[in-house]
């Protein structure tokens, strides 16, 4: 690693970032970063990507000399860098794309050479560049064009690789640009400027294309953005084609890269959807790329297309939306705006500059707009949206319909000047200084603003015509290299066709079809040629005419051709149509045919073709007709009957071709021959020329069913991803020009004009257009074959010289056509603007439509004729046979003819009425539902509609309150305090619950414990219990002493706590006091400037809303109840009529007996009033609707009867007539018929009355009895009636009586309510600022507790640091007190002693320093200590006399020994007492610290209280100045002037009778309790004076008892002792408690050693047992030892010749032998077991039972040791176990 030194003097190492010494350099190339997937870019907020430096080797330096410069080769170690020379120049001729030409082709490389450019790429972000005030560049295609302004010349620049152009860029100085290219690596080329050579060529730096660059604010470094896949960002050191740092940018696209112009070590890259910074850090490792995302947080997530880095490291960019953001620490600070919230920009900010310390905005709306840096760059949000509203200081519009891109900026002549970018295809030069004089935006350049789509060159001259999507048709010489003229229309252009020679021999027609399906005819002239504007200056080149417009089609025109004789033209469109005109002096359509698909080109046919096809038909006919016959004479000559032609036997099928799911398009073709034709197809289909022939008409078919397939193929070369779009042959059609997808141009050289195989091999090629997007839409040629024009997708359009040297055609000359005659006056033909306008078929259509409907209502009105001609003597032959006599009339039923008629017209009426009720079924239910909602609507929400209820007998009437349903939220706010109520009670209860159970919880356990306690405990002895009961007698006895000390001190000290000090108040008499300032009649007014409001009294939004609820509630309430109570009463009257209506039926029967003279009147039934039952108007029935329906349609006939003729007026009256006239005929029939009726009925009744007999006197007072009683009931009956009546009055008068109260009532609510929602009004206005202020005290009290707890803490500790300091203080007067008391009296080594006592150490107690006893020295130090300090300071000056380290011959060793541990004891103290007031000190700070802390918080929460007050008062101020309604009467009015009552009442206040008496009452109380104090004040003066007496007495009282005492204690003790000191220390307890565990434990000893001997005894019995049973083992062992023996011997006496099988070792006898050899084995290991059991026995100790157990531990119980010991169990020992 170098010094930093050495980087200061290395610039070149320090940009490169390598690491080298001045011995040797490295050369290094560090692989790419492993790109991070875009999830991953995603989820990371801030990714910092970090990549190493990168360096260009030696090999990578490119050694050509240019032809100018030639740099000297010099010859240097391998291993040192090469630095290529500030000289050194590469060649363009070499580096520059050339056309492809086929090897051994003879094709000259010169075919087509480039002669201008009449295009521009606007689409392109940044397509721009000014170099001086003269050129503009910018790129084409393949070239980049520099263009003089003044000369209008071009000069081009071609791309290196032929892959297109990315950017190009400036360098700060203007003397280089740099120009990134496109393709496979491609190269980022430095050219000089002016000479446009190339200077230096950067590679690797991307995949496929560069995007953008810029250079750092020096010009030593450069920055590019790579494209898709990649997107790298590549930092270059450019003048030594070095790669600096690099990174991947993002994982999408990425739109620009930028320095910061302050910092040259930040960059910042922006795109789709993200913003990047990024900064060159140096690291341990190198020179690091580190790049953070912005985040948008709560912003919408927006594309980044313009951005300026601002000085402070602060970045603005623009949003889709038109409005800033200005980022810090990659967050948005704030969004700035206009006022009113409107966007700083109308779409999309494109472009930021900050030029000059003002921040310039660029838009897509065509706006220019300049902001005040100043307020921009320290802006903040102030809402909570984040926005901030800001106005530019100036604006511009450039244009209409301009969309600005880009500008940059240069100076002319001093000036400053800008040039802009428009989107919509022009190049602007504006004047931004915003004075007086600033001039006007000026147009330099026009273009198309996108593709072009349709161009065609004139067949006269040197004109080439244009349209595209932008609107408008334009006309280019390609001669002069100049635009001619340029017409705009409403609709964008999509197909262009110029007339032939055959249809305008002038060749000024152009027929041009656009997107809304609209064909114009347009005419180009020499305007000159006009004798009125021949004279006129500056007229235009050429003059566009609009001859004709007509609409074929719905959609865009796609195809445009004239028929070769010129008299039919064609149209093609994508509606799949193909329209045909006739062509004359105006164009008239022929008809129109329906193809399969949208038509993509048309052409049409040879000259030849039809007839060849009408001739090759009819051959083939006439042959197969031959080949019939002769087949059928060569049967019949056989002798052979002729028999059916037998199917030809089906041949293999071939293998299934693939056919792609969707079919390739057809991109274009034309005819080779009649009927044959070549096609070029794109997608699966591409790289091929298919060869194909239309089908016969025997095989004719559905076109759309067809499977054609083509007779020919050739294959191209290079078109499987580049198919051929258009293809074009000059007029001698020796060469075919075909256009490519790439934007590549073809040029194949024909031998004759058929195509083959051989002839398409060889072929020129050159890149034109954008390889992206620039596919070639049109390919023309002039008509001299001289010249070539394209036209591209990417809005370009190149002219090229065909063969011949530009110099050659300085000669030519394009004429522009003269103008017809009579152009000037012919009027202006009419053009179709409106797109949605019909065509020509929907206009026929619609024309053929409205004549039939004009014939269908002619054949209406004839048969409205005869009907209305019909009815007319149909009601005169009615009105004949009215006026027959009756009994020759005719009946209506006569009139009928056929019954079975008016039937079927009835059945086919109701067929009708289900039919149009199924209709109308939709709409029926559509209705029902609307009206369903207008009743939720308007009364739905309806509790009570308006009901008034009328009197019977007078006027008064009385209403409801029509209410509208109150919301639950009342009543839920209402019900919630009782709600929480019940919830706590509940909570509550169950808190209860579970303390309960817990309590039985832990009373059970510890039952329990105390079970397992007196379990545990063992039995005691009874003088252990007399003991206890001892010592616990003693423990209570000093108890209760202690106790006693301990109550009489803490009575001391409640009594000096109690004690008042000097500023001491009683409580009760500060509470009297307050309560007295409260209530002592000081009525504050709300308006006085020192009014407070009080806390109780302190009203906020929630309360007033809450009060507003329950006001509306209680309002509600009311209401409900007083129209209860009024619907209640109509009911009653509904009641009432109905019993008066059953007592007037009763009345009448009574009546009936009486004679007329004896009957009283009838009284009248009460009747509802509508307005009474109101819910009845919305009840309805068919009869109801059908009256409804009448009355609609009479005034529908009063407004016809005004507008129709009289006749039908007639007809109708008449017919009312007739009806009228016939029902007054069956009145006048029926009329007699009851008259005769009612007669026969009077003379019956008079026949009855004559033959009726008298009654008799019997009869007759039967009768008068009856009458007596009829008379009775019916005064009776009547009476009750009018008793009915009159009672329903009384009540509804006093009910009236009641609502007119609640009325004043409820107004005085309304009055209440209307206050209460203005101060709700203001609370709101004013809640926001009162919550913060509000919040800011709370936050300041907390503070101040906390503050105040911390204080408290501190005082604690520092107490108790000064109560320490204190006791070590006391400890050094005691440690020099026992110092001089060991010296005794008059000893000659006393000062030498006293110096050792006071000597430090010369080890670790050396560091404590003297200053920090002096410096923390406390207030509190006695003066004995400072003395005591002055003598040790004083020894410690005379250590360098005396040597105090050896004792001094005769002095007391023991009492030297003495002095030596005392000075221990006492540096121990010195040392802990200075860290003890270093503590205290520290602590002093901490508490000085905190009440400057707690003081000035103290301070804010007094501002913070004063402003809250303040808002209070202001808010208070507020509510004052609202008009509150409060209704007086005059005997309330005591405010009178000059004894009458003022008209003012502006100074008067209004007061309750309460208040106002207790004011009044208050005067008198204030008078008394004055009296009251001034007694109690004397006599509280006497008593303290009495207090002081009585206290003097106390301390002679007090000191005469402590004489007392302390001459007793001298006499008892010999001196003062402290008794309660004493009395505490008389018991020890702990000694006594001590002796009693003593005596516990050796009685549990004694209990334990009683169970061990009970152990031994039993465990000596088992030892017994088991010995004996060892005992007999042994014996057995001795028996079997005994056996083996003797089988041995029997083993050694057989004998060996037992037989020749029983010879050698048997394997049974081997596994025998085996087997007891193991037995024996054990046998002896149990033997040896045994015998040491049987010597542990032996012995009988405590370690008896342990080292059995260990002995069987380690033996594991001796258990069997084979599988043939557990065969035979019983043969075995038994196992011994402890």
Not at 445 to 472: G, K, N, Q, W
Not at 1358 to 1363: F, P, R, T, V
Request: charged content about 30%; aromatic content about 8%; glycine content about 4%.
């Amino acid at each position: 690693m170098s010094s930093p030194n050495e980087k200061e003097g290395a610039d070149e190492k320090a940009a490169e970032g390598t690491q080298a010494d001045h011995s040797s350099a490295q050369e290094s190339k560090s692989s790419l970063p492993k790109e991070s997937p875009a999830g991953e870019e995603e989820e990371e907020d801030v990714e910092h990507v970090e990549t190493d430096t990168e360096s260009i080797g030696a090999d990578d330096l490119e050694e050509q000399d240019n032809t100018e410069v030639s740099p000297k080769e010099e010859k240097t170690p391998e291993r040192k860098e090469k630095k290529i020379s500030e000289t050194f120049f590469y060649s363009y001729e070499d580096i520059c794309s050339r056309p492809f030409v086929t090897e051994d082709s003879g094709i000259p490389i010169n075919l087509l050479t480039l002669k201008y450019s009449f295009g521009y790429d606007c689409i392109r972000s940044v397509n721009l560049m000014v170099m001086d005030s003269q050129s503009l560049l910018y790129v084409a295609g393949n070239q980049v064009v520099i263009l003089d302004l003044k000369t209008k010349s071009q000069s081009y620049l071609r791309s290196s690789s032929g892959g297109g152009i990315g950017f190009i860029a400036a360098h700060p100085t203007k003397q280089y640009f740099a120009v990134g290219e496109k393709g496979e690596k491609p190269n980022l080329i430095i050219y000089d400027y002016p000479s446009l050579r190339p200077y230096r060529i950067l590679r690797d730096g991307t995949k496929k294309g560069y995007v953008f660059g810029d250079f750092n604010h020096t010009g030593t470094l450069l920055a590019s953005i790579g494209s898709s896949p990649d997107y790298m960002l590549t930092i270059w050191d450019w003048k030594q084609e070095k790669i600096v740092l690099r990174s991947k940018a993002f994982s999408q696209d990425v739109y620009r890269v930028t320095f910061s112009p302050d910092n040259e070590e930040q960059l910042t890259t922006a795109g789709v959807g993200h913003i990047r910074f990024w900064k060159m850090a140096h690291t341990f490792t190198g020179l690091k790329l580190q790049g953070a995302l912005g985040r948008f947080g709560t912003t919408a997530v927006t594309d980044i297309i313009g951005y300026v880095e601002l000085p402070d490291g602060k970045v603005i960019s623009g949003a889709e939306w038109g409005n800033l953001l200005l980022w810090e620490g990659g967050l948005i600070k704030v969004e700035l705006c206009r006022a009113g919230h409107k966007p700083c920009h109308n779409g999309p900010v494109s472009q930021i500059v900050l030029d000059e310390g003002e921040l310039i905005t660029v838009g897509k709306d065509g706006f220019i707009r300049v902001w005040n840096f100043e307020a921009v760059d320290p802006a903040d949000s102030v809402d909570e949206k984040g926005l901030l509203e800001i106005e530019p200081m100036n604006e511009l519009r450039v244009g209409k319909n301009v969309s600005l891109s880009f500008m940059c900026k240069i100076h002319d002549c001093g000036q400053p000047f800008w040039y802009a970018q428009d989107a919509n295809g022009k190049i602007w030069k504006l004047d931004l200084t915003f004075s007086n004089i600033t001039r006007d935006p000026e147009c330099l350049c026009t273009f198309h603003s996108r593709r072009i789509e349709a161009m065609s060159v004139s067949p006269m001259t040197y004109l080439v015509a244009t349209t595209a999507l932008d609107r408008s048709v334009r006309i280019y010489d390609f001669i002069s290299n100049s635009q001619q003229s340029e017409i705009k229309f409403k609709q964008g252009g999509t197909a262009l066709s110029w007339a032939p020679h055959v249809v305008n021999p002038k060749g000024s027609l152009i027929a041009v079809g656009f997107e809304d399906g609209v064909v114009r005819i347009i005419e180009v002239y020499d305007p000159k040629g006009l004798p009125t504007l021949a004279e006129q200056p500056n007229i235009r080149n050429a003059g566009i005419n609009l001859k004709q417009a007509f609409k074929p089609h719905t959609t865009a025109v796609t195809a445009l051709a004239y028929e070769r004789n010129g008299d039919v033209f064609a149209t093609g469109s994508k509606d799949k149509t193909v329209f045909f005109f006739a062509v004359e002096d105006e164009y008239k359509p022929i008809g129109f045919i329906h193809v399969p698909g949208a038509v993509q080109a048309l052409q049409w046919s040879p000259p030849s073709h039809l007839e060849e096809e009408i001739a090759l038909r009819e051959r083939k006919k006439q042959e197969k007709e031959k080949a019939k016959l002769e087949r059928i004479r060569q049967l019949q000559e056989m002798g052979k009957e002729v028999e059916e032609e037998e199917p030809e036997e089906e041949e293999e099928p071939l293998p299934s071709i693939y056919i792609p799911e969707e079919p390739s398009p057809i991109l274009c073709g034309f005819y080779s021959a009649p009927g044959k034709f070549w096609l070029s197809l794109g997608g699966y289909d591409s790289g091929f020329l298919y060869h194909c022939a239309f089908s016969s008409n025997e095989h004719q078919e559905d076109p759309e069913n067809r499977q054609d397939e083509p007779f020919e193929v050739i294959p191209i070369e290079d078109t499987d991803d580049n198919p051929i779009h258009q293809i074009s042959f000059c007029t001698s059609r020796l060469l075919m020009f075909c256009g490519m997808q790439n934007g590549a141009l073809r040029v194949y050289p024909l031998q004759d004009k058929d195509l083959s195989a051989n002839t398409l091999k060889a072929y020129w090629s050159f890149s034109v257009h954008d390889n992206d997007y620039g596919q070639i839409r049109g390919i023309c040629c002039s008509y001299d074959d001289r010249f070539l024009i394209t036209c591209g997708g990417d809005g370009n359009i190149f002219t090229f010289n065909i063969l011949s040297p530009e110099d050659v055609h300085e000669e030519l000359k394009a004429q522009i056509p003269p103008p017809r005659m009579g152009l000037l006056k012919e009027k202006a033909a009419e053009d179709i603007e409106d797109p949605s306008a019909c065509n020509i078929e929907e206009v026929k259509q619609k024309k053929e439509y409205e004549r039939i409907m004009k014939e269908a209502e002619d054949k209406k009105s004839k048969k409205r004729e005869e009907l209305i001609a019909l009815r007319q003597e149909f009601l005169f032959l009615l009105q004949k046979n009215q006026e027959l006599p009756k009994h020759m009339q005719l009946q209506r039923e006569q009139y009928e003819i056929d019954r079975r008629v008016f039937e079927e017209l009835n059945r086919q009426t109701a067929q009708r009425i289900q039919l149009v009720e199924k209709e109308l079924a939709w709409e029926h239910e559509k209705h029902l539902i609307g009206l369903q909602k207008l009743q939720n609507w308007f009364r739905g929400s309806l509790e009570f509609d308006t009901v008034v209820v009328r009197a019977i007998q007078s006027h008064h009437q009385i209403s409801t309150y029509r209410l509208v349903a109150v919301s639950e939220e009342y009543y839920q706010d209402k019900e919630r305090p009782s709600w929480r109520k019940t919830v706590l009670k509940r909570a509550w209860k169950k808190e209860e619950k579970k303390e309960t159970i817990r309590d039985r919880k832990s009373i059970i356990v510890k039952g329990e414990a105390d079970q397992l306690m007196s379990k545990v405990q063992k039995p005691t002895t009874r003088f252990i219990e007399m003991k206890r009961e001892q010592i616990r007698r003693i423990v209570e006895k000093s108890d209760k002493e202690k106790a006693k000390i301990m109550k009489r001190k803490e009575e001391w000290e409640k009594l000096y706590e109690s004690k008042p000090g000097d500023d001491y108040e009683d409580p009760r008499d500060v509470q009297a006091i307050k309560e007295a300032q409260e209530n002592m009649g000081c009525y504050k007014l709300k308006t006085a400037r020192d009014y407070r409001v009080p806390e109780d009294k302190c009203m906020n939004t929630e309360k007033r809303t809450m009060q507003l609820a329950s006001l509306e509630v209680l309002i509600y309430k009311k209401k409900v109840n007083m129209n209860k109570q009024i619907m209640s009463l109509r009911d009653f009257k509904v009641s009432i009529i109905e019993e008066i209506k059953c007592l007037l039926q009763e009345l009448k029967s009574v009546q009936a007996a009486l004679d007329l003279s004896e009957r009283l009147p009838l009284p009248l039934i009460p009747q509802l009033h509508p307005d009474e039952v109101p819910e009845k108007r919305f009840e309805y029935d068919h009869d109801i609707l059908l009256k409804f329906r009448e009355k609609q349609a009479a005034k529908a006939t009063l407004q016809e009867q005004l507008e129709e003729s009289p006749s039908s007026g007639a007809f109708r009256n008449s017919f009312k007539s007739s009806h009228k006239e016939t029902g007054s005929l069956q009145q006048t029939a029926s009329s007699p018929t009851m008259k005769r009726s009612s007669s026969m009925v009077t003379e019956q009744q008079k026949i009855f009355v004559i033959e009726k007999a008298e009654p008799t006197e019997i009869e007759q007072e039967i009768l008068k009895k009856e009458k007596i009683k009829n008379l009775y009931l019916q005064k009776t009956l009547i009476n009750k009636i009018n008793a009915l009546v009159t009672n329903f009055d009384a009540e509804l008068r006093f009910l009236r009586h009641k609502k007119l109260q609640l009325d004043v009532q409820m107004k005085y609510a309304d009055l209440r309510y209307i206050t209460w929602f203005e101060e709700l009004l203001i609370l709101k206005n004013a809640e926001k600022n009162e919550n913060i202020l509000q919040g800011h005290v709370n936050t300041l009290q907390s503070e101040q507790e906390a503050m105040q707890s911390k204080l408290n803490s501190c005082l604690a500790q520092m107490e108790d640091k000064k109560s320490e300091i204190v006791k070590l203080q006391e400890c050094k007067k005691a440690v020099y007190a026992s110092f001089q008391a060991s010296l005794g009296e008059n000893n000659e080594f006393a000062h030498f002693l006293t110096k050792v006592l006071r000597r430090k150490f010369s080890s670790m107690r050396k560091k404590v320093e003297r200053e920090a006893d002096e410096k923390d020295e406390s207030e509190d130090e006695s003066d004995e200590e400072s003395s005591l300090e002055s003598d040790e300071e004083d020894a410690g000056s005379e250590d360098e006399i005396f040597d105090i380290s050896v004792c001094p011959e005769n002095c007391d060793k023991a009492l030297f020994q003495n002095t030596i541990q005392l000075r221990e004891k006492w540096l121990d103290i010195k040392e802990a007492l200075i860290r003890e007031k270093k503590v205290a000190a520290k602590l002093r700070k901490e508490y000085d610290v905190l009440v400057k802390k707690a003081k000035s918080i103290e301070s804010s929460l007094k501002t913070a209280e004063k402003e809250l007050d303040i808002f209070q008062w202001e808010k208070q101020q507020k509510l004052n100045d609202l008009y509150v309604v409060v209704p007086l009467k005059l005997h309330q009015v005591e405010y009178f002037f000059n004894g009458e009552i003022p008209r003012d009442f502006s100074q008067a206040l209004v007061f309750t009778n309460q208040s106002l008496e207790g004011l009044q009452k208050r005067i008198a109380d204030l008078h008394h309790e004055k009296i009251m104090q001034r007694k109690i004040y004397k006599k509280a003066q006497k008593q303290h004076k009495q207090l002081l007496r009585d206290k003097k007495e106390m301390e002679i009282t007090i000191q005469h008892l402590e004489e007392k005492c302390s001459q007793l204690m001298m006499l008892k003790f010999g001196r003062v002792v402290d008794f309660e000191a004493v009395q505490a220390r008389s018991v020890n307890i702990r000694l006594e408690e001590l002796k009693l565990q003593i005596i516990e434990k050796e009685y549990e000893h004694s209990q334990e050693i009683n169970e061990c001997t009970k152990r031994i005894s039993d465990l000596e019995q088992k030892l017994m047992m088991l010995t004996k049973e060892n005992t007999i083992k042994v014996r057995q062992l001795n028996q079997f030892c005994l056996e083996k023996q003797q089988l041995e011997t029997k083993l050694d006496s057989l004998k060996d010749d037992l037989g020749v099988e029983f010879q050698g070792p048997r394997t049974a006898d081997i596994k025998e032998k085996a087997r007891m050899e193991s037995q024996l084995k054990c046998l002896a290991h149990d033997e040896a077991i045994l015998r040491e059991e049987i010597n542990l026995l032996s012995k009988k100790d405590g370690h008896l039972i342990e080292e059995l157990s260990l002995l069987t531990r380690n033996n594991q119980f001796l258990q069997p040791s084979s599988p043939q010991d557990l065969e035979a169990p019983d043969e075995i020992f038994p196992v011994l176990k402890p």
